[in-house]
C-alpha cells in the first residue's frame, strides 16, 4: 500500500482511509477463516462422500457394520416372533373364556329349563291332586 488514496483494494476487501488498521486486520482475518472453513468444509464432505460410496461398493471392509447390521435384524425377528406368539395366547384366552362363557350359559338355560319341568309337573301334581280332592268329595 504504497499510496493512500480515498479508497486501497486490498486483497479483494475495498478500505477506505478512515479505517483503523485494527479493523483491516479484523476484517483479512475474517475473510481468511471463511476461506479456511469452506475449504475444510468442502474436504469434510468430500470424505463423507468417498467413506460412503467405499462402503456400499465393498462390504467386506465393513465387518462390524454387517454384524451390527444382523444383529439388530435378528433382534427384529426375535421381537416380531415374540409379538406373534403373544397374539397366539391372547387369541387361545380369548377362545377358551369364550367357550367358558358358552359353557356356562348353556349350563345356566339347562337350569332354567329344568326348574321350568319342575313348576309344569308341580302344577301337573297339583291340578291332578285338586281332582282326585273334587272327586271323593
Known sequence: MASRSSDTKWQGIYLFECESTLHRNFIRLQQE??????????QQLLQEQQLWEGRSTNADY??????????RRSRGRRKKEQRTQQRHEQ?????????????????KRCIEEMDRQRKEEDKHWL???????NDHE
Open 62 to 71: 465393513w465387518p462390524r457394520d454387517r454384524n451390527i447390521l444382523s444383529s
Open 91 to 107: 387369541e387361545m384366552r380369548r377362545q377358551q373364556e369364550h367357550k367358558q362363557g358358552r359353557h356356562e350359559q348353556e349350563d
Open 33 to 42: 477463516n471463511k476461506e479456511r472453513s469452506e475449504s475444510l468444509r468442502h
Open 127 to 133: 291340578a291332578e291332586d285338586e281332582k282326585r280332592r
